[in-house]
C-alpha cells in the first residue's frame, strides 16, 4: 500500500521554512555552522611536494645511429628544454615533479663519444633537472619531446656522421701525415697506419700494486679503466683492441709486451696508478721507454718494475734492448698525445688537475716492444683527494675517455684519423 505525500507535504516534513524555525532550532543551526568551521579548520591542508609527481626511471640506450634518453614519470607534467654549448651541456627541467630516491643520479654511456655523462638531481623542491654532457663538435641535431601512456620525456641525440659522404664518384683525398717533433720517422715517411692496439691494466692477481689505506687497489682500477677505454675504442673505432688481462689475474711484466709482439699490435698502452711517500704529490704523467736521470721517474720506475723476475747479471742485455729501441720517436709522439688529451679532458671537469708532463723511464713493461709503447700514470693514489675521485666511476670513465681522445689525436697525426 502507498502512501499518498504530496511534494509540498514533503517539503515540509524534510526542509520546513525559516519561518517556522524556533529560536531553540536557530540556535542549534548556528553551533553546527560553527562546530563545521572549526573542524574544517583543524584539517591540515596538503603540501605543495604532494602534488608532485615522482620521477621513478632513467634509461639510455645508444644504438648505432643516435643516443636515446628517456625520464618516466607516468603523469603529465609541463618540462623546458635548455642548452648551453660552451659547457656543452643540454638540460630538461621537469616542473611539480619529486626525484625517487632509488633513481641512479649518473649514467655514462659506454659506447658513445658524443655523450659523456647523463645526471639527474632535484634542481629545487618542485623541479627534477635532466643534464646530458655532451660533445656538441661531435653532434649533428638533437631533439626533446614527450610520450604517452605512461607519460615520460625522451632527449634523441644524433652524432655527426662518422665519414663524410664522398663527392659524386670521387673519393676523399687522403690527409698526409704532421711531422713529429723530431721531423718525420720512417713510420710517418711509409704512410703507416693502426690496427691493433694493446691495453695493458697494469699489475693484477697476486700483485695489486699500490693501495690505500680505504682499502683500494691499483690492479682494479687499472683494470676498470682499461675495459672502460676498450669499450670507447670498440664503439667507434675499427680497431682491433686487445687487453693483456681482463680479469684479475697475474701476467707478469716481461710477458706483456710479448703478447703485443705476437698479436703484431700497432700500439702498446700501459694503464697505472701512481704512489709516493710526499702525500701532497699529484697529478698525471706520461712515459715512454729510455733512460732518465730523473729521480723521481726512477722512483715511480724502480716501484713499477718491482715484480720482475729478471737479475743483476741479465742487465747488459736489458741495456742494449733499451738503447736498441726504435721507436722512441713515435713513443713520445704517443705519450704527448695521451698526456695532453687526458689533462684538458679532466680539466674540463675537475679542478687542481696537475700536468707532470712526458718523460722517458726505464719500465719493464716497455722494455722488448716491437711498436711504439707508453705507460700512463692516470693519477695518485696516494694523494686523499686523487684516491677519493678514484673511487668514482665518474671520473674513471672520464680518464677512459681522455685517453681516448689521446689516442685519436695520435691516429689523426699520422693521417689516419
Given at each position: 500500500?502507498?502512501?499518498?505525500i504530496?511534494?509540498?507535504m514533503?517539503?515540509?516534513?524534510?526542509?520546513?521554512?525559516?519561518?517556522?524555525?524556533?529560536?531553540?532550532?536557530r540556535?542549534f543551526?548556528a553551533?553546527?555552522?560553527?562546530?563545521?568551521?572549526?573542524?574544517?579548520?583543524?584539517v591540515?591542508?596538503?603540501?605543495?611536494?604532494?602534488?608532485?609527481?615522482e620521477?621513478?626511471?632513467?634509461r639510455?640506450?645508444?644504438?648505432?645511429?643516435?643516443?636515446?634518453?628517456?625520464?618516466?614519470?607516468?603523469?603529465?607534467?609541463?618540462?623546458?628544454p635548455?642548452?648551453?654549448?660552451?659547457?656543452?651541456?643540454?638540460?630538461?627541467?621537469?616542473?611539480?615533479?619529486?626525484l625517487?630516491?632509488?633513481?641512479?643520479e649518473?649514467?655514462?654511456p659506454?659506447?658513445?663519444?658524443?655523450?659523456?655523462?647523463?645526471?639527474?638531481?632535484?634542481?629545487?623542491?618542485?623541479?627534477?633537472?635532466?643534464?646530458?654532457?655532451?660533445?656538441?663538435?661531435?653532434?649533428?641535431?638533437?631533439?626533446?619531446?614527450?610520450?604517452?601512456?605512461?607519460?615520460?620525456?625522451v632527449?634523441?641525440?644524433?652524432p655527426?656522421e662518422?665519414t663524410?659522404?664522398?663527392?659524386?664518384?670521387?673519393?676523399?683525398?687522403?690527409?698526409?701525415?704532421?711531422?713529429?717533433?723530431?721531423?718525420?720517422?720512417?713510420?710517418?715517411?711509409?704512410?703507416?697506419?693502426?690496427?691493433?692496439?694493446?691495453?695493458?691494466?697494469?699489475?693484477?692477481?697476486?700483485?695489486?700494486?699500490?693501495?690505500?689505506?680505504?682499502?683500494?687497489?691499483e690492479?682494479?682500477?687499472?683494470?676498470?679503466?682499461?675495459?672502460?677505454?676498450k669499450?670507447?675504442?670498440?664503439?667507434?673505432?675499427k680497431?682491433?683492441?686487445?687487453?693483456t688481462?681482463?680479469?684479475?689475474?697475474?701476467?707478469?711484466l716481461?710477458?706483456?709486451?710479448?703478447?703485443?709482439?705476437?698479436?703484431?699490435?700497432?700500439?702498446?698502452?700501459?694503464?697505472h696508478?701512481?704512489?709516493?711517500?710526499?702525500?701532497?704529490?699529484?697529478?698525471?704523467e706520461?712515459?715512454?721507454?729510455?733512460?732518465?736521470?730523473?729521480?723521481?721517474?726512477?722512483?715511480?720506475?724502480?716501484?713499477?718494475?718491482?715484480?720482475?723476475?729478471?737479475?743483476?747479471?741479465?742487465?747488459?742485455?736489458?741495456?742494449?734492448?733499451?738503447?736498441?729501441?726504435?721507436?722512441?720517436?713515435?713513443?713520445?709522439?704517443?705519450?704527448?698525445?695521451i698526456?695532453?688529451?687526458l689533462?684538458?679532458?679532466?680539466?674540463?671537469?675537475?679542478?687542481?688537475?696537475?700536468?707532470?708532463?712526458?718523460?722517458?723511464?726505464p719500465f719493464?713493461?716497455?722494455?722488448?716492444s716491437?711498436?711504439?709503447?707508453?705507460?700512463?700514470?692516470?693519477?695518485?693514489?696516494?694523494?686523499a683527494?686523487?684516491?677519493?675521485?678514484?673511487?668514482?666511476?665518474?671520473?674513471?670513465?672520464?680518464?677512459?675517455?681522455?685517453?681516448?681522445?689521446?689516442i685519436?689525436?695520435?691516429?689523426?697525426?699520422?693521417?689516419?684519423?
Amino acid at each position: 500500500m502507498e502512501l499518498g505525500i504530496s511534494s509540498s507535504m514533503a517539503r515540509r516534513l524534510f526542509l520546513p521554512s525559516p519561518r517556522s524555525w524556533g529560536p531553540r532550532c536557530r540556535r542549534f543551526l548556528a553551533l553546527a555552522f560553527v562546530c563545521s568551521v572549526l573542524l574544517l579548520s583543524a584539517v591540515p591542508l596538503s603540501p605543495a611536494q604532494d602534488l608532485t609527481a615522482e620521477v621513478y626511471n632513467l634509461r639510455y640506450f645508444t644504438h648505432p645511429n643516435f643516443t636515446r634518453i628517456v625520464v618516466d614519470i607516468g603523469v603529465l607534467r609541463e618540462y623546458a628544454p635548455m642548452e648551453n654549448r660552451d659547457a656543452g651541456q643540454i638540460f630538461v627541467d621537469i616542473f611539480q615533479t619529486r626525484l625517487n630516491p632509488i633513481v641512479r643520479e649518473e649514467a655514462i654511456p659506454g659506447r658513445c663519444d658524443y655523450v659523456n655523462l647523463i645526471r639527474i638531481g632535484q634542481k629545487s623542491p618542485g623541479t627534477v633537472r635532466l643534464t646530458a654532457e655532451v660533445d656538441f663538435s661531435r653532434v649533428r641535431r638533437y631533439q626533446v619531446y614527450h610520450v604517452f601512456e605512461p607519460f615520460r620525456i625522451v632527449i634523441d641525440i644524433y652524432p655527426q656522421e662518422k665519414t663524410p659522404a664522398a663527392a659524386a664518384g670521387t673519393s676523399a683525398k687522403p690527409k698526409p701525415p704532421e711531422p713529429a717533433k723530431s721531423g718525420y720517422s720512417l713510420a710517418r715517411q711509409l704512410g703507416l697506419g693502426i690496427k691493433t692496439i694493446i691495453i695493458d691494466p697494469g699489475h693484477g692477481g697476486l700483485d695489486p700494486g699500490c693501495l690505500d689505506p680505504s682499502g683500494l687497489k691499483e690492479k682494479d682500477l687499472t683494470l676498470d679503466i682499461s675495459l672502460r677505454l676498450k669499450e670507447l675504442l670498440k664503439a667507434n673505432t675499427k680497431l682491433d683492441v686487445i687487453l693483456t688481462r681482463e680479469t684479475d689475474i697475474l701476467v707478469p711484466l716481461e710477458n706483456r709486451t710479448v703478447v703485443a709482439n705476437q698479436r703484431r699490435a700497432d700500439l702498446f698502452i700501459s694503464v697505472h696508478v701512481n704512489a709516493f711517500s710526499d702525500r701532497r704529490r699529484r697529478g698525471i704523467e706520461s712515459f715512454y721507454l729510455n733512460f732518465s736521470s730523473d729521480p723521481k721517474v726512477n722512483e715511480t720506475a724502480a716501484r713499477e718494475n718491482a715484480t720482475t723476475t729478471k737479475t743483476i747479471g741479465e742487465m747488459d742485455k736489458i741495456i742494449r734492448k733499451i738503447v736498441q729501441n726504435s721507436k722512441i720517436i713515435e713513443s713520445r709522439e704517443l705519450a704527448e698525445k695521451i698526456q695532453q688529451n687526458l689533462v684538458k679532458y679532466l680539466s674540463q671537469r675537475y679542478s687542481d688537475i696537475k700536468n707532470l708532463g712526458t718523460r722517458g723511464g726505464p719500465f719493464w713493461t716497455l722494455i722488448g716492444s716491437e711498436m711504439p709503447s707508453i705507460l700512463v700514470e692516470v693519477s695518485h693514489i696516494s694523494n686523499a683527494k686523487e684516491a677519493q675521485r678514484l673511487k668514482n666511476e665518474v671520473y674513471r670513465q672520464h680518464i677512459a675517455r681522455g685517453i681516448y681522445e689521446g689516442i685519436r689525436a695520435y691516429l689523426q697525426s699520422l693521417g689516419k684519423g
